[in-house]
């Protein structure tokens, strides 16, 4: 199940592998995502990929985000036992990303 957002800026596209119907995980996806942009304003879009590994009982949850800005692309995965652990950790590791590009950008 792949949902698109138009309406907002950046572009966020929510795709759930081997599940559906998890509108409060991509919700909460959307949200922690659009915080990024309080950081970097220029996110043009971005990709949160959700799945389910069954051959893995502990950290069967997989995300990965991948963020497109004007000339450079960042991607963070994480695995854990949710997937909103999931979510944060990325969204943490991309921020640090973003920071050290506007860094060096500046």
Not at 48 to 75: G, M, S, Y
Request: hydrophobic share 35%.
């Amino acid at each position: 199940m792949t949902k698109d957002t138009g309406s907002e800026m950046p572009t966020i596209k929510v795709t759930l592998r081997h599940s559906n119907n998890h509108n409060a995980i991509e919700e909460y996806a959307r949200s922690a995502v659009q915080s990024l942009t309080k950081l970097y304003p220029a996110i043009l879009t971005c990709h949160v990929i959700l799945d389910h590994q069954n051959n893995d009982f502990e950290r069967n949850k997989n995300a990965e985000i991948t963020l497109h800005v004007p000339q450079h692309d960042f991607i963070a995965k994480e695995s854990g036992t949710a997937y909103e652990l999931c979510i944060d950790a990325c969204v943490d590791a991309l921020g640090r990303q973003l920071l050290k590009y506007k860094d060096k950008m500046h």
